[in-house]
């Protein structure tokens, strides 16, 4: 490259099967298509099942704090998804329905609200 830049892309991906699969992954690379195919390679690896109550809900309040994250999420039986930022993203593909999802820091790392909600909906117990 010219003035020797070098330029490297980052992607983050959430996947998830709409059925309480979910998975964040974080890709690097020089090339674009390398780098998403790396995080959906990296979100495949970490996915976690969430156990879904009848009405595609979870059974408790959950919290979790993820570096500077913080968010809690509970059950809200007949609002629908309420939930904003990445957290919302991460809920849809988990396919959850009637939640209430709350950023409680300061934080605008989509990254890092990702992780966040992925480690409170992985302390969820049936």
């Known amino acids: ?15 998830g099967d709409k059925k ?8 690097k690379a020089a090339d674009t298509q390398l780098a998403i195919e790396k995080a ?12 879904l ?7 408790q309040d959950v919290s979790a704090k993820y570096c ?9 039986p007949g609002r629908g998804l309420v939930a ?7 809920l849809e593909l988990a396919g959850v329905t ?10 605008h790392n989509q990254v890092n609200n990702a992780r966040a909600a992925i480690e409170a909906l992985r302390s969820v117990t049936k």
């Open 20 to 27: 309480g699969r979910v998975g964040v992954g974080l890709g």
């Open 40 to 51: 959906t390679r990296a979100a495949k690896k970490a996915m976690i099942s969430i156990p």
């Open 68 to 76: 500077a994250s913080e968010v809690i999420i509970r059950p809200s």
């Open 98 to 107: 009637d939640i209430t999802g709350k950023l409680l820091s300061r934080s």
């Open 1 to 15: 490259m010219a003035g020797g830049r070098r330029f490297n892309f980052s992607a983050a991906i959430v996947i």
């Open 84 to 90: 904003g930022s990445s957290v919302r993203t991460v």
């Open 53 to 59: 109550t009848k009405n595609r809900s979870i059974s």
